[in-house]
C-alpha cells in the first residue's frame, strides 16, 4: 500500500482493521465492508450487498475483481498460516512491534 | 590485596548485572546435571541452547551481547547451561568441547548449528524463525533452480517463506505465479485498491503475511 502512495496511518487503520482511524471515502467504507463479508463469513453474502457497492459507484467487473482479491489473499493466508510464517522480512509490522 | 580489592569489588557488581540483563530471557536449565534438550524446546519455535562457564564473567558477557543481537520474537528462547569444567555431565554428554558453545535446534529439534561463533548462532536463528511446519523445497535443494525458476544469487539470498508454500507442485507455483501477477497488475481495479483489499483481508484473516 506504502508503494502505492498510501499514508503510514491508512496502512495501519487497515492492516489492523481498524477502519473508523482511517481516512478513507465513503466508496472504499463500502468495498471494504463487502471484503469483509466476503471474507469472514462467504455464505453472508446477499444481494443487497453487491447493491450497495453498486450505489457505491462500482461496477459489476470491479466487485467481481475485489472478489478475486479476496479470494487469492484468503488462500495465501492460509497457506501461509498452515507453514506458520511470521511476518515477512521489511514487510508490515504491527506499531508496538516497530523498533 | 589492596591492589586486588577494587578489581574483585568490580567483578561482583558488573557480573550480577550482566547476570540479571541475561535472565531477563534466558533460562537456567541445568547447572551441570544431564539434560534432554528436546524436553526444552520453544515450541513451534526455534532453541539456543547456550553451554556457558558459571563462573566466568567474559562468558557472562558473550550471553548479555547475544542476548542483546537475538530478534525479539516469542517464537524464539535461550536456555542456558551452567557448565564449571568441561567434565560436568551435561558436557560430556553433548560432547561439548569448549565453553562457550550454543546447540542451535529447530522446532523439529534438529540441529542447525553447533557453533561458538555469535554470526553463526544469529544466523542459525534466523534460518530456524523462517522455517515452515510442513516440508518445503528449501533454496538448497538440488532441484530448487528448477520449482523456483530463479538465479542462484536470489535462492543464495534466501525466497519469501510464502513462496516456498507453494513449492512441493510446479502447478501451483504457476497459480502462485498467476495469482501474483493478477495483484499487481491494473486490472477493472486499480493497484491501490488491490493493496487495500489485500491488507484487509489479512488483517482480517488474523494473518501476519
Given at each position: 500500500?506504502?508503494?502505492?502512495g498510501?499514508?503510514q ?5 487497515v492492516?489492523?482493521g ?13 468495498l ?29 467487473e470491479q ?7 479476496v479470494s487469492?489473499?484468503s ?12 511476518y515477512?522480512a ?6 508496538r512491534?516497530?523498533? | 590485596?589492596r591492589?586486588?580489592?577494587?578489581i574483585?569489588l568490580?567483578?561482583v ?5 550482566l547476570?540479571q ?16 534438550l528436546?524436553?526444552?524446546l520453544?515450541?513451534e519455535?526455534t532453541t539456543?541452547?547456550?553451554?556457558v ?23 524464539l528462547?535461550?536456555?542456558l547451561?551452567?557448565?564449571r ?6 558436557a ?23 557453533t ?5 548462532i544469529?544466523?542459525?536463528v ?6 515452515g511446519r510442513?516440508?518445503?523445497i528449501?533454496e ?9 525458476r ?7 539470498r534466501?525466497?519469501?517463506?510464502i ?14 505465479r498467476?495469482?501474483?501477477e493478477?495483484h ?6 486499480d ?19
Amino acid at each position: 500500500m506504502r508503494s502505492q502512495g498510501a499514508s503510514q496511518e491508512l496502512v495501519d487503520a487497515v492492516a489492523t482493521g481498524n477502519l473508523r482511524a482511517a481516512r478513507l471515502s465513503e466508496k472504499e467504507r463500502t468495498l471494504l465492508e463487502f471484503v469483509k463479508v466476503l471474507t469472514l463469513e462467504p455464505a453472508a453474502m446477499t444481494d443487497a450487498l453487491v447493491e450497495a457497492m453498486r450505489q457505491a459507484g462500482w461496477s459489476d467487473e470491479q466487485i467481481w475483481e475485489a472478489a478475486v482479491e479476496v479470494s487469492i489473499f484468503s488462500f495465501l493466508n492460509r497457506m501461509a498460516d498452515v507453514y506458520g510464517l511470521d511476518y515477512p522480512a521489511g514487510g508490515w509490522l504491527p506499531p508496538r512491534e516497530r523498533r | 590485596m589492596r591492589r586486588l580489592l577494587p578489581i574483585a569489588l568490580v567483578a561482583v557488581t558488573v557480573a550480577p548485572a550482566l547476570a540479571q540483563r541475561a535472565a531477563s530471557r534466558a533460562t537456567v536449565i541445568s547447572t551441570g546435571r544431564r539434560v534432554t534438550l528436546t524436553e526444552h524446546l520453544r515450541r513451534e519455535g526455534t532453541t539456543v541452547f547456550l553451554f556457558v562457564n558459571a563462573t566466568s564473567a567474559m562468558e557472562q558477557a558473550f550471553v548479555a551481547d547475544l542476548e542483546a543481537r537475538l530478534p525479539e520474537s516469542d517464537r524464539l528462547a535461550l536456555r542456558l547451561i551452567q557448565v564449571r569444567d568441561l567434565q560436568a555431565p551435561v558436557a560430556v554428554q553433548h560432547e561439548i568441547t569448549a565453553t562457550p558453545t550454543a546447540l542451535v535446534l529447530d522446532r523439529f529439534g534438529r540441529t542447525l548449528a553447533r557453533t561458538s561463533e555469535p554470526d553463526e548462532i544469529v544466523a542459525a536463528v534466523g534460518k530456524g524463525l523462517r522455517m515452515g511446519r510442513l516440508r518445503w523445497i528449501e533454496e538448497t535443494d538440488p532441484r530448487a533452480p528448477e520449482v523456483y525458476r530463479t538465479s542462484p544469487e536470489r535462492l543464495r539470498r534466501g525466497l519469501p517463506g510464502i513462496v516456498k508454500t507453494m513449492s512441493l507442485r510446479s502447478d501451483v507455483m504457476e497459480m502462485f505465479r498467476i495469482m501474483s501477477e493478477i495483484h499487481f497488475s491494473e486490472g477493472y481495479l486499480d493497484r491501490r485498491t488491490h493493496e487495500l483489499i489485500a491488507a484487509y483481508v489479512s488483517a482480517l484473516n488474523e494473518c501476519k503475511f
